[in-house]
């Protein structure tokens, strides 16, 4: 085993009622990118959501959390030294639970297990990270009914 290459672990995390499998086609494409340059490829496509999304965010996390720090144990069987590039990438309810397992990761004892480690980035898609109050809500419906009125057109064809 090569010390000096890095090595590049992807977590994909699918959202409500989704499925690893819904990943294959990244995988698929990493896959084929890295390997045809040489790069040290491991891919989590998230499992432990699949058949109940409503664990709540905390514990969504928690589980999320053991399950990536498992494969960091993996990884570190077969390469004990090497750079370990992290990206993860979710999908709406997917996104809470990664930031929430982040957190777990972070603050509890795993300082051995997470050092040399480089992330690369959290990307969400469709994930819902603005909490919004409810007059927050109310001000924002009340402006898109706003944008929603019918224009006013002069004589002259200009808005008014």
Known sequence: MDKSQAVNFFVFV????????????????????FHACGS??????????????SIGV?????????????EFRN??????????????????????????????????????LIKNIRW????????PHIDLEFDRIIEFVLGILSLLRPLQVSETSEMK
């Open 14 to 33: 699918h959202g409500n009622h989704g499925h690893s499998q819904d990943w294959n086609k990244f995988e698929t494409q990493l896959n084929a990118t």
């Open 120 to 127: 690369v980035g959290l990307t969400t898609i469709s994930s």
């Open 40 to 53: 040290i490829l491991w891919i989590l496509k998230s499992s432990h959501n699949q058949l109940d999304t």
């Open 75 to 112: 990884i570190r069987a077969l390469y004990p030294s090497n750079l370990l590039n992290v990206t993860m990438c979710a999908h709406s309810l997917g996104g809470l639970f990664s930031r929430a397992a982040l957190e777990h990761i972070f603050h509890s004892d795993n300082a051995n």
């Open 58 to 70: 905390m514990k969504g996390g928690q589980i999320l959390a053991q399950e990536i720090l498992t």
